[in-house]
Nanobody
């Protein structure tokens, strides 16, 4: 059974950076794509970024392009999300997820394995 554990969240000033990590266990990490999502209070869960099995192809939500970078290290069973130029609108709980497949979906309903989430708060 695949389990995901996020880390790296915290409080940062506007314009600052954070790097989130998501460690996977219980499966063959390199066989499935990974995604990052976020959910702010009162809002729906939103696609942030996704990455192919090899890491060679990445996908981003519109407001994240040019600021966020997703990457993965299959030797460490870990996916990362580097977030730069953060603004208060980025404040949310960030989740990593997988559907244990080969396709990156933007719809969170396509994912069935989720981490517990890590809080990111950006102060103005």
């Amino acid at each position: 059974q695949v389990q995901l554990v996020e880390s790296g969240g915290g409080l940062v000033q506007a314009g600052g950076s954070l790097r989130l990590s998501c460690a996977a266990s219980g499966g063959t990490f390199s066989r499935y794509t990974m995604g990052w999502f976020r959910q702010a209070p009162g809002k729906e869960r939103e696609f942030v970024a996704g990455i192919s099995r090899s890491g060679g192809t990445t996908y981003y939500g519109e407001s994240m392009k040019g600021r966020f970078t997703i990457s993965r290290d299959n030797a460490k069973n870990t996916v990362y999300l580097q977030m730069n130029s953060l603004n208060p609108e980025d404040t949310a709980v960030y989740y990593c997820a997988t559907n244990l497949g080969i396709t990156v979906y933007r719809d969170p309903r396509e994912y069935d394995v989720w981490g517990q989430g890590t809080q990111v708060t950006v102060a103005s």
